[in-house]
C-alpha cells in the first residue's frame, strides 16, 4: 500500500494533486497535538485554491470548515495562557466592568483607550463574568477576524500560505497578554485592508484601533499617507514636466538628508533620542500620560535587548519579505500594499532603534506578530511577478523556518515560568486534552 502511495506521489503533475495526502497527515497530527496539526492542515487548504476554479467557493465549504477548525483549537490553546502579571490586571477590571462600567479603569482615565473594554463589557454579560470564557471568546474573535477577513481580503488565493506564517509566530500567542495593543493592530490590520474597498469601515476600525491603543496613530496615519502618495502620483506628478519633477526629487533627497543625519546622530548617541522624544512628549496635553511615558523613556534599562535578540528566523523573516518587496512591480502596488510596504520599513526602522537604544520592544509589535501577512506584496493573487518560482521557494523556505522556530519555543515552554500554555507542555496535549480542558475550564 506504501509502494502504490509513493508511485502515485512521484508522478503528480500538479502540486494540487498533494491536497488530500497532506490533508490526512494533518488531520492525524492534529488529533496527537492540534497546534502542530494546524499548519499543514493551512497548507492542505492553499493546495486546493492552486487548482483552477470555474465557481466561487460556498460558505460551508470544505476549506472553510478546516479553517473554522483551525481557528477554534488555536483558542483553545492560547486560553489555556498562565494568567500573569498584564493578563491579571486586564482580568480585574474585567471582573467589575459591569459595576464600574467601560469608562472606569486606569487606561481610559490615563490614556483615553477604551476600545478592549468596549468588547470585553458584552463578554461580560453573555459569559455572566467567566474569566476562562473572556479568554476563549476574545481569542476566537481574534482568529476568526485573522482568518476570514484580514487574510482573505489581502489575498484570496494565498491566504492560507499567510496564515501558516502568522500561525507559526511565536508572538501570534501573546494575544491575551498584550490585550490591548494586540486588539489594536489587529484593528489596524482591518482598517488597511479596508481602505480600497470602503472608506466608512477604514474610519471605524480606525478610531478604535487608535482608541485601543494609542500607538495606532503611527500605522493609520502610514495608511492616510499612502493615499495621498498615490492621489500626488495620479493627478500631480504624472502632470509634472521634467524641469518640475527634478526641483521635486530635490526637495525629497533633502528631506532624506535631514532624516539620514537624524538617525546617524541618533546611533552615534543614543541618549540624543530619549532628548527628541522627551521634547516632542512635551507637547502633549494629557500631563499623566507624556510624564508616563517620559518615565520610561528616561528610566529604561535595555532589558528588552535580549528578547528582541535578532536570531536567524527573524534574519530570514526581515531578508526574505525585503525580497518580496523589491522584486514586486510598483505599478500593480495598491494603496494597501504600498501601507504594508511603508509600515514594514518603518518596522526595520524600529527594530534599529530598539537594538542601538534597548528601548520597548512593543514598539514593533505589528510587525513581530503580523509579519507574516507582509508577504501579501508577493503573495497576491493580482501581481505579475516573473520570478514565481524564486518567490514560491522563498516562502516555503521562510515558512519551514518560522514552523521550526515555532516549535522550538513551544517545547522549551516547560521551562519557562509564568509564560506558558497547557502547564508548560503546549505539544503533550491532544485533541481529547483540549476538548477535555475547555469542558473542566466553563
Known amino acids: 500500500m506504501l509502494d502504490r502511495t509513493f508511485d502515485k506521489i512521484k508522478n503528480i503533475h500538479n502540486l494540487s494533486e498533494l491536497r488530500f495526502p497532506v ?16 499548519i499543514p492542515i493551512l497548507l492542505s487548504v492553499q493546495l486546493d485554491l492552486l487548482k483552477p476554479r470555474q465557481r466561487k467557493e460556498q460558505l460551508l465549504s470544505v476549506n472553510n470548515i478546516l479553517l473554522i477548525l483551525v481557528a477554534v483549537s488555536t483558542a483553545i490553546y492560547i486560553s489555556s495562557f498562565d494568567i500573569f502579571a498584564d493578563t491579571r490586571i486586564y482580568l480585574d477590571i474585567y471582573d467589575t466592568i459591569n459595576i464600574k462600567g467601560i469608562f472606569d479603569n486606569e487606561f481610559v482615565r490615563d490614556r483615553y483607550e477604551f476600545g478592549l473594554f468596549l468588547l470585553l463589557y458584552p463578554i461580560h454579560v ?3 463574568g467567566s474569566e476562562y470564557l473572556c479568554l476563549l471568546i476574545f481569542s476566537l474573535i481574534v482568529n476568526f477576524t485573522v482568518i476570514f477577513y484580514i487574510s482573505k481580503n489581502l489575498s484570496r488565493k494565498y491566504y492560507p500560505t499567510l496564515l501558516i506564517l502568522v500561525f507559526s509566530t511565536f508572538f501570534y500567542y501573546s494575544q491575551v497578554f498584550y490585550m490591548r495593543q494586540f486588539l489594536s493592530i489587529m484593528l489596524v490590520m482591518m482598517a488597511l ?17 487608535i482608541f485601543s491603543h494609542l500607538t495606532a496613530a503611527i500605522y493609520i496615519g502610514i495608511c492616510l499617507a499612502s493615499q495621498v502618495i498615490f492621489y500626488c502620483q495620479q493627478k500631480l506628478i504624472s502632470n509634472l514636466n521634467k524641469s518640475d519633477r527634478v526641483v521635486l526629487y530635490l526637495v525629497l533627497l533633502f528631506i532624506m538628508s535631514i532624516f539620514f543625519y537624524i538617525a546617524w546622530s541618533a546611533y552615534n548617541n543614543p541618549q540624543e533620542i530619549y532628548q527628541y522624544a522627551n521634547n516632542i512628549i512635551d507637547l502633549l496635553p494629557e500631563r499623566r500620560l507624556s510624564s508616563s511615558i517620559q518615565g520610561r523613556v528616561n528610566a529604561y534599562d535595555g532589558r528588552d535587548t535580549d528578547l528582541f535578540e535578532f536570531n536567524i528566523f527573524r534574519i530570514i523573516a526581515t531578508g526574505i519579505t525585503t ?8 505599478k500593480n502596488l ?11 520599513v518603518l518596522s526595520l526602522m524600529q527594530i534599529v532603534f530598539i537594538l ?15 509579519y507574516g501577512f ?23 523556505f521562510a515558512a519551514a523556518a518560522n514552523t521550526f522556530n515555532l516549535f522550538t519555543i513551544q517545547a522549551s515552554m516547560i ?22 480542558y475547555f469542558f473542566q475550564s466553563i
Open 193 to 209: 485592508v479596508s481602505m480600497n474597498s470602503n472608506w466608512i469601515l477604514f474610519a471605524v476600525w480606525s478610531f478604535l484601533a
Open 374 to 396: 507582509f508577504f501579501a506584496s508577493g503573495l497576491n493573487d493580482k501581481s505579475e511577478i516573473k520570478p514565481f518560482g524564486l518567490i514560491s521557494l522563498l516562502t516555503i
Open 415 to 436: 521551562d519557562i515560568k509564568g509564560w506558558s500554555f497547557f502547564d508548560g507542555q503546549p505539544l503533550s496535549a491532544s485533541a481529547y486534552d483540549y476538548i477535555v
Open 334 to 344: 495598491t494603496p494597501k500594499l504600498l501601507s504594508l510596504n511603508l509600515i514594514f
Open 356 to 370: 542601538i537604544t534597548g528601548f520597548n520592544q512593543r514598539i514593533v509589535y505589528l510587525y513581530l506578530v503580523f
Open 126 to 128: 453573555l459569559t455572566n
Open 323 to 330: 525580497i518580496f518587496m523589491l522584486v514586486r512591480r510598483t
Open 23 to 38: 490533508l490526512f497527515f494533518g488531520l492525524a497530527l492534529w488529533v496527537a497535538a492540534p497546534i502542530l496539526g494546524n
